[in-house]
């Protein structure tokens, strides 16, 4: 592709759109980048000389040199009713993800993860088996909160041929791909989510689909058998060209370069459950495509630390275990995370439902929690589901600060404390990083005032 003839409007000054912006920089491209925010602070692309325009996201038909775009490269925030898309067909505009530009300028095979739950540890966990191998890895992509904070653009740009990208890929992103196409894609599940962005569980689970959309003969696809959701997706989205490996918690067994390896047998002290079996068996198989021997994988599934915010043991203090799963944004989460919990337990719940399923979240932590304490927009609404269920054990904390000390007052020796909200946080946080550092702090006060 010849860069320099290219004049490139990227939409959302993110940390995508302005690592895509760079990048595009880099390579020779003529880039704008516009942002519906009202004022910005980017120095390093004011810097390059890179055009930043505030309070607009929608570009006009030309360039400031007047001439006309022959790219745009959006944000994965933008929804799809937003009217830079019917401004792009209008103008005859092809219109790509960050992930689609990263596919295009890399040297390196892609791995590319997605799914409702796991997908992040799952990544992780690939990255981590990787260089337990000796491999060169980059993690990388939507992996946001494991201290990776590399976007699949800014990665491909410092990856050699002879290393991997390992990226974990959203439905969002991967909505606007064009020949998006990794060497081996991993499909961890799809459950219903992020049903307030696609509308409808067949539009998120065909925008999950993408991932496989361009793959041929020479690629690799790894999918969960005993997924209904998966199995659903399949029905829809009809046959496929890659070689097709299935994962199974029921036989989890993985054919390695010098023989097979059972991963009941393994120790896996940070993948607990059935849904930790599942991904590892997941991150196995692309370890195993890759060359793995049966010890570098045992190695690296015992080595394997976790992934902050995903069942994260923080703490424990007279005898009360504190476990921050911020991560934990759905129903489905909500379930894996509480049926490994160590009981009895005081789950903290609530924030934003994105997928209207108050009931379905209600149900649970019925069966699993000995007391909620709710929190957030919907948290009134859950108790109100919870009362309809005849459990009264909850109580309306309103602020997590207020959920974690009523959690210190009731907890007693052998009690586990976990912060899973079955909710989004941006109704009292940015994110649920933020949510769950928050959650972290709070603890660690706790352990000050007992010292």
Not at 196 to 203: F, I, Q, R, S
Not at 414 to 428: E, H, K, M, R, Y
């Amino acid at each position: 592709m010849n860069w320099s003839a290219e004049r490139v409007a990227v939409i959302g000054a993110g940390r995508s759109g302005s690592d895509s912006a760079r990048a595009l920089h880099q390579l020779g491209a003529w880039v704008e980048v516009f942002d519906r925010a009202e004022s910005l602070d980017l120095p390093d692309l004011q810097a390059l000389g890179i055009p930043i325009h505030t309070a607009c996201d929608v570009p006009p038909e030309t360039t400031i040199r007047g001439e006309r775009w022959t790219l745009l490269v959006v944000s994965p925030g933008l929804r799809p009713s937003h009217p830079v898309f019917e401004w792009a067909s209008e103008q005859v505009i092809p219109v790509w993800g960050e992930i689609e530009l990263a596919y295009r300028i890399a040297r390196a095979p892609i791995i590319a993860v997605t799914g409702t739950n796991g997908k992040t540890t799952t990544t992780a966990l690939i990255h981590h088996l990787l260089k337990t191998m000796g491999s060169g890895a980059y993690l990388c992509g939507n992996i946001a909160g494991s201290g990776h904070d590399k976007t699949l653009v800014q990665a491909s740009l410092e990856a050699s041929p002879t290393d991997y990208l390992v990226a974990e890929v959203s439905s969002f992103q991967l909505m606007h791909i064009d020949q998006f196409r990794p060497y081996i894609g991993v499909l961890t599940n799809i459950a219903e989510d992020h049903l307030d962005y696609h509308g409808t569980w067949e539009a998120y689970a065909l925008a999950k689909a993408n991932l496989f959309r361009n793959q041929t003969g020479q690629d690799w696809a790894i999918l969960n058998r005993r997924d209904e959701g998966t199995a659903r997706l399949i029905e829809i989205f009809g046959s496929h060209k890659a070689h097709l490996l299935y994962f199974d918690h029921e036989n989890p067994v993985v054919s390695c370069r010098d023989g097979v390896l059972d991963l009941r047998e393994v120790s896996m002290p940070a993948l607990q459950g059935q849904h930790g079996l599942q991904n590892a068996l997941a991150s196995a198989l692309v370890a195993s495509i890759l060359g793995a021997t049966t010890n570098q994988i045992k190695q690296g599934l015992a080595s394997f630390k976790g992934v902050p915010h995903r069942m994260e043991h923080v703490a424990t203090i007279g005898g009360v275990l504190y476990i921050n799963n911020s991560m934990c944004t759905n129903a489905p989460a909500l379930q894996s995370s509480l049926s490994i919990c160590p009981k009895p337990c005081i789950v903290i719940a609530g924030g934003v439902d994105k997928n209207n399923s108050i009931t379905q979240l209600a149900q649970i932590l019925a069966q699993e929690a000995q007391f909620v304490l709710l929190i957030g927009q919907d948290g009134r609404a859950i108790g109100e589901a919870l009362d309809a269920l005849g459990f009264r054990n909850w109580a309306y904390a309103g602020t997590l600060e207020q959920a974690v000390e009523d959690a210190r007052q009731r907890a007693t020796l052998g009690t586990t404390v976990i912060l899973a909200p079955g909710c989004a946080s941006f109704d009292q946080f940015r994110n649920f990083q933020e949510r769950g550092e928050r959650f972290r702090q709070l603890v660690a006060q706790i352990g000050e005032e007992g010292t």
